[in-house]
């Protein structure tokens, strides 16, 4: 029978379970909401709740999916410590091996609701029996983008980029102070190019991503083209909106489930007058749609029926039937599983090849940056700390934050294939 808490003693067990899963400053989180969390305090509360009821069995569904390197090395270090003190056992449910690795003693792989193998982590991942599991162990994203050409113009340039936040309290919502998301940043990307963005949840790298395309407002200077952009009004700025497009983290939620794939995707040649008929709209359509890897034929489908990785394809066909210069993608593999990664990442490296694309690629998954990116901005508290080609940055960092990152990404470092 379960016995009924005072207010104050429900207080002080929430307050007890917040420091449990090591959050900061845990009595002065205790009023506030989830979206004034970031992405790793969030996932602590969440664990927090789990565990409020002491359970024998902890169920983590992919704990760490969205989460950078360091706050992804964090938690899954509070889960084993959790576990070891609690006498806990944890079910892992993850796509990513390298959490598997650092994580499970034993593991089972599932394909289309089957379980085709299971045994200790080592055995099965480091010998793989099953087709699937040597196709999953060998999915991760490999090789690298196509060389740059070091002579190309530069496409995009921003020069003292500030993006502020006022926080406002008191009954007269007096602003107390700023959220500094991006504070006096500056960086270059050349046509053809990818400039990998990294840093830990709160970083400003969204923000960032948005300030660049003037989808939020900054301060400073943005040139695209040889065109500064900084103070042409939305009038002005939508022509080029075509030539600057952007892909977001979760292809569910950035598509609409009330439209199918074709409206989707065929929106910007309505918005833009690209077009002359219907029939010449619907061409264009199936064109994109084939060469971003889907059946023209399931044009009329819905998001919803779809995967998540035939949804992040169309996320790109949408960004790509206009024929943009620019395309800032956000996090785009984010929720996929592995083997997912590794056909987006091969498809975004081919188009860039095919089209001559200048990608801003923000992540938090240093293998994929890796994979994919010519050079690094390394973002710290809205600044860049350290940038430089992605080679240089990966196998030697100068920066102590970027060697913080880069050790929690050796940590969690995937299984050799």
């Not at 979760?250 to 995707?265: G, T």
Request: proline letters at 6%; a positive charge.
């Amino acid at each position: 029978m379960h016995r009924r808490l005072s207010p104050r003693a429900v207080r002080m067990r929430v307050l007890d379970l917040l420091r449990l899963v090591q959050l900061p400053e845990a009595e002065s989180r205790l009023s506030a909401y989830p979206h004034q969390l970031s992405g790793g305090q969030r996932q602590r509360v969440m664990i927090a709740m789990a565990i409020a009821n002491e359970p024998d069995l902890l169920i983590a569904d992919e704990p760490t999916t969205a989460l950078d390197v360091t706050i992804q090395a964090a938690i899954l270090a509070l889960l084993r410590d959790l576990c070891r003190r609690l006498g806990m056992a944890l079910l892992l449910i993850t796509h990513d091996l390298a959490v598997v690795r650092s994580m499970a003693e034993r593991v089972c792989v599932m394909t289309e609701g089957e379980i085709v193998e299971t045994g200790p982590t080592a055995t099965v991942l480091g010998d793989p029996r099953h087709p699937y599991t040597r196709r999953l162990v060998a999915a991760e994203p490999k090789g690298r983008a196509a060389p740059a050409d070091p002579r190309a113009p530069v496409l995009l340039e921003a020069e003292g980029l500030r993006v502020w936040f006022p926080i406002r309290r008191g009954w007269l919502r007096r602003v107390r102070g700023h959220v500094k998301a991006v504070d006096g940043l500056s960086l270059r990307l050349r046509a053809g190019a990818t400039l990998g963005v990294v840093g830990e949840s709160g970083s400003g790298k969204t923000t960032l991503g948005l300030a660049l395309l003037r989808l939020v407002a900054a301060e400073g200077r943005i040139c695209f083209a040889g065109r500064d952009i900084t103070g042409l009004s939305q009038r002005r700025l939508r022509p080029l909106r075509r030539e600057m497009q952007i892909v977001f983290q979760d292809p569910f939620s950035s598509l609409s489930p009330r439209l199918s794939v074709a409206q989707i995707v065929g929106e910007g040649l309505r918005v833009h007058g690209i077009g002359a008929t219907p029939a010449e709209r619907r061409r264009l359509i199936e064109k994109v749609l084939t060469e971003v890897g889907l059946d023209p034929a399931a044009a009329d489908r819905y998001p919803h029926e779809f995967s998540g990785g035939q949804r992040q394809r169309a996320a790109i066909a949408r960004a790509l039937i206009l024929a943009p210069r620019l395309v800032v993608l956000d996090e785009p593999t984010s929720a996929l599983d592995m083997s997912v990664q590794a056909q987006i990442v091969a498809l975004l490296r081919e188009l860039q090849t095919r089209h001559g694309l200048a990608y801003l690629f923000i992540s938090h998954d240093l293998r994929v940056v890796r994979a994919l990116a010519h050079d690094i901005v390394v973002m710290k508290d809205g600044r860049v700390v350290e940038a430089g080609p992605t080679e240089r940055i990966m196998t030697a960092p100068e920066h102590p934050y970027t060697r913080a990152l880069m050790a929690a990404a050796l940590d969690l470092a995937p299984i050799a294939s």
